[in-house]
């Protein structure tokens, strides 16, 4: 079987859904980050909560089976992955390179939290309802190979989304260039 960690890596790359999880790591990014200016040092205490999310606190959703899962729940899951997969791209590497204990387990509270949000932000799908699903795909290899086979799909319509706007872009820009040649 296919691990989760190889399943979010190959649907971050071909998904290219970055995007989501810079929205959900923005809240933490922006909570790490210094404020400036006029705040007090009471505020920015209040404005650095540590985060409190983590999927191992998350109950799985019931009922969730190879059988029960729907394709929308698992395009849905798919598009988790690959958040959470680049959740940990942004966050790995301060993490390894950290050498502090403390401020280490904070990055890896705020990488927690991230991941969560990251879930959170996909429609279709709940923290619970991913948790789950991840441990019915670890348990049922058919509901495993119906991620990879997702996953699969999603990469190619990724790889065509791309090639258009690439030629959309190409052909703007030699129109562009065509009416620049006329007015000259």
Same mark, same amino acid.
């Given at each position: 079987m296919i691990?989760?960690?190889?399943?979010a890596t190959a649907a971050a790359l071909s998904l290219g859904t970055a995007s989501i999880a810079q929205e959900a790591t923005g809240t933490a990014e922006s909570t790490d980050s210094q404020t400036t200016g006029t705040q007090n040092a009471e505020t920015q205490q209040a404005a650095k909560k540590p985060p409190t999310k983590s999927l191992?606190? $998350? /109950?799985?959703a019931?009922?969730?089976?190879n059988e029960t899962l729907t394709d929308e729940k698992l395009s849905a899951f798919v598009q988790a992955l690959a958040a959470i997969n680049a959740v940990g791209q942004h966050f790995v590497p301060k993490i390894e390179a950290e050498t502090d204990g403390e401020k280490r387990a904070e990055l890896m509270a705020y990488a927690n939290d991230s991941i969560?949000?990251? $879930? /959170?932000?996909i429609a279709d799908i709940t923290p619970a309802e991913f948790k789950a699903i991840d441990i019915a795909a670890q348990q049922d290899e058919e509901l495993n190979q119906r991620i990879l086979d997702e996953i699969k799909v999603a990469a190619a319509e990724g790889k065509?989304?791309?090639?258009a706007a690439k030629k959309e872009a190409e052909a703007a820009e030699g129109?562009?260039?065509d009416e620049e040649t006329k007015t000259e």
């Open positions: 691990s989760r960690i190889a399943i191992e606190k $998350i /109950e799985p019931e009922g969730i089976s969560v949000n990251a $879930i /959170e932000v065509a989304a791309q090639e129109e562009n260039a």
